[in-house]
């Protein structure tokens, strides 16, 4: 008997007879590793599968540990990721049956980011002092699935003498952001001193002055800053580059320059009657109620635009009048009210569910399916309205963005204050003095190359929201560490590569926990609307407890460990098809699949020039829960659980 393993790339397997012949892949070099889907959808490619199963298993603090080895933003993380790992996670892919085996629904994925939270507030920095926490994190060695962010390989990589370190050369860093502080944080492992400079009194960038404090502690955020000062990073607030100290001068006194100033200037739509009092960005607006200044604002509001930073926007001004309301209620006169005007129908909105259902919760009053035609003022000036008209279509058949109008349908809002919510742009203006080499790509955006991160000017780099246009913060945090490196082979002129090792272990006699695949995703505490709207800065979201954390992180299916064919065994017996609760593998005739190179250098190597009748076994990844009943059910051991396990270090040539 000869079989040879490979994997359905088109979906799920047909029930009965296969018409067509099927499309699979081989399982090749970095296959199994790129089923870890959440760490390979993660930017820094943290190992959320490694934490959350230590959670599973009560072991929190080490949980901690693998979080913060490839993010020194993982606590921020904890409380405001955008997740990418969530959207990819595996676990949100396995179809739910009802008792007749009838498709119901797609599972939901692991709380990948709440289950963050819960091990940084209890080992992060929120529980610890700086020092402590840095002692931990740079002893922290990662067992398995270490990536090259690691902040470990780093390390590791100097102490063994592969890599040599800076002798202490300054760096300048314009910008507090994100994408500044992480860039900043791994210069100084590679033996550089960055010095940070930033416009505003705080640090941490759109994370201090954009993200609220209802979703985000300002508390927590200097903590983890903290962490980072501690490696020795200088940050000095209150300075903008260009006004206090030019951009000619940082270009002399230092090194090198990582420019990672963001996108801050909300940008705006060229309305009639949009320039004047009333009319505000939306960042503008949050940046206000983020430093504590007094607020330009009525108390009839539109917020124009559908996306998250509008609804950071709606909601804290939402927030705003509660409170002023309830400070001062007999003086304030008539009712106030704040509604958020999107282009896209409530489907097609690009804020997350749980902003618009909260937002719903809170009082956002929401209109769908309208765009700004111009802003409508009085005699004196005064903002009165905003004047809409009904959009019927946003998208075109390619998915890209081609609003279409119908004119005849329009209606005006009246309201006092309207705030922008319609998307962020660079203020490079300082390049003026010192930067004129650094060429753009397009207006107001620098030419930057995507791998190097370096612009046409010498010793000059781009991280952030500025290299890659505005995204997520973890994305910002990668393009930091990536601008480090880059930094460091430029001045040192050491070339830094990765040496990833893999291996697979044979895991005998693997289980999982009696009813895993059938527990339901646990519900991330929040608070009552009420409740959250009594204070500004009250937390939305309340956080898992030990037991809800337990119990959530044992739904993870622990992707890096697999079932194993080995075909030299199998007796095609077929009893791992039938048992398999997932019906996710299938045994196939070997002619029943559509020829491809990888499926013919496969046969040749396992089956030679002759393949005869052979069988293939092909499985589903999509379904595999990983729950080894094949292993167990196969008579002759021809199937094992194997644990895929890698690290990486760098070398310089
Ligand atoms: C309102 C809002 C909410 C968001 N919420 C989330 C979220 O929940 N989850 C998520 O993953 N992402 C979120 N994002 C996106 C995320 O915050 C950004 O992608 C990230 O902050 C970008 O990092 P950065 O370091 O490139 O730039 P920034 O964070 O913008 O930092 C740039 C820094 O440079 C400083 N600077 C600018 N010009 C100068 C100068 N001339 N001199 C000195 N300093 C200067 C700025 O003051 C700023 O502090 C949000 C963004 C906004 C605007
Ligand atoms: S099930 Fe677990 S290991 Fe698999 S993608 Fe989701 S979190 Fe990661
Ligand atoms: S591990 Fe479980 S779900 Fe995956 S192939 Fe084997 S029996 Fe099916």
């Known amino acids: 008997m000869r079989d040879v393993a490979g994997t359905a790339a088109d979906g799920a397997l047909p029930a009965a007879a296969l018409p067509v012949p099927l499309t699979v892949e081989v399982p090749g070099d970095g296959y199994h590793r790129g089923l870890i889907s959440c760490q390979a959808a993660c930017p820094v490619h943290t190992d959320a599968r490694g934490y959350v199963r230590a959670i599973a298993e009560g072991r929190f603090e080490e949980a901690y540990l693998i979080a913060r080895g490839p993010n020194p933003f993982a606590s921020i993380c904890g409380r405001v990721c ?85 002798s202490g050369q300054k ?24 010095v940070v400079y930033e416009s505003e009194p705080v640090a941490a960038g759109m994370l201090a002055v954009g993200v609220p404090a209802y979703r985000l502690p300002r508390e927590l955020i200097r903590r983890e800053i903290a962490v980072i000062e501690a490696l020795g ?30 996108a801050k200037s909300s940008r705006a739509l060229g309305l009639p009657g949009e320039n004047g009092p009333g009319v505000l960005g939306g960042v503008d607006l949050l940046r206000a109620v983020s430093l504590g200044e007094p607020l330009p604002l009525g108390r009839d509001v539109v917020v124009v635009g559908g996306g998250n930073v509008a609804y950071d926007v709606a909601r804290s001004v939402v927030r705003q ?23 896209e129908g409530l489907e097609e909105m690009p804020a997350d569910t749980v902003e618009i259902r909260e937002g719903d919760e809170e009082g956002v009053e929401r ?3 309208w765009g700004p035609v111009a802003i409508e003022r009085d005699a004196t000036g005064a903002v009165t309205g905003v004047t809409f008209r009904r959009c019927v279509r946003v998208y075109d058949e390619n998915r890209r963005f081609s609003p279409v109008y119908d004119d005849a349908v329009r209606q005006t809002l009246p309201c006092d204050s309207v705030l922008l919510s319609v998307g962020q742009a660079p203020n490079l203006s300082f390049l003026a003095e010192g930067g ?6 397009r207006p107001g955006w620098p030419k930057v190359d995507p791998v190097t991160l370096a612009t046409s000017a010498p010793s000059v780099f781009v991280a952030g929201d500025l290299a890659h246009g505005t995204r997520l913060l973890i994305d910002a945090v990668a393009s930091g560490k ?38 339901r995703r646990v519900a991330v505490p929040v608070a009552e609307p009420e409740e959250r709207l009594k204070h500004p800065e009250a937390e939305v979201e309340t956080g898992y407890t030990a037991e809800q954390a337990m119990r959530e992180a044992s739904r993870c299916l622990d992707c890096g460990v697999t079932p194993v064919f080995d075909g030299s065994r199998c007796v095609l017996c077929g009893g791992c098809v039938d048992v398999c609760p997932t019906l996710c593998l299938k045994l196939v005739d070997l002619f029943d699949l559509a020829p491809s190179a990888d499926l013919a250098s496969a046969v040749d190597r396992d089956l030679g020039p002759d393949p005869g009748d052979a069988t293939a076994i092909l499985k589903d990844e999509d379904r595999c829960i990983r729950c080894a009943l094949c292993v167990m059910r196969c008579p002759t051991d021809a199937i094992a659980m194997d644990r895929v396990t890698f690290a990486t270090s760098w070398r310089t040539a």
């Open 367 to 369: 209109l769908n399916g």
């Open 171 to 194: 760096v300048a860093i314009i910008g507090a952001g994100p994408a500044g502080l992480s860039a900043a944080h791994d210069l100084a492992l590679l033996g550089f001193k960055p």
């Open 233 to 262: 990073v200088e940050i000095r607030c209150n300075v903008t580059v260009g006004k206090d100290v030019s951009f000619e001068e940082l270009r002399r006194t230092h090194a090198a320059v990582l420019v990672a100033v963001g």
């Open 436 to 441: 004129t080499d650094v060429e753009e790509m």
């Open 321 to 343: 009048i509660a409170w002023d309301a309830a400070r001062t209620a007999a003086r304030l006169p008539g009712t106030s009210r704040v509604r958020l005007v999107s282009l």
């Open 82 to 166: 955008g997740a990418p790992c969530e959207a990819a996670c595996r676990r949100g892919k396995v179809p739910r049956v009802d008792d007749d085996g009838a498709f119901v629904a797609n599972d939901r994925p692991i709380s990948i980011r709440a289950l963050k939270r819960f091990v940084c507030s209890l080992a992060g920095p929120e529980a610890r002092m700086p020092a402590a926490v840095l002692d931990d994190v740079r002893r922290y060695v990662p067992a398995v699935c270490a990536d090259a962010d690691e902040m470990a390989a780093l390390l590791r990589g100097a102490i063994d003498g592969q890599i040599p370190l800076a």
């Open 482 to 519: 990536a601008a480090a490196r880059s930094i460091y082979r430029s001045l040192t002129g050491h070339a830094l590569t990765p040496d990833t090792l893999t291996a697979f272990l044979t895991l005998p006699g693997y289980r999982r926990e009696r009813g895993y695949e059938s527990i």
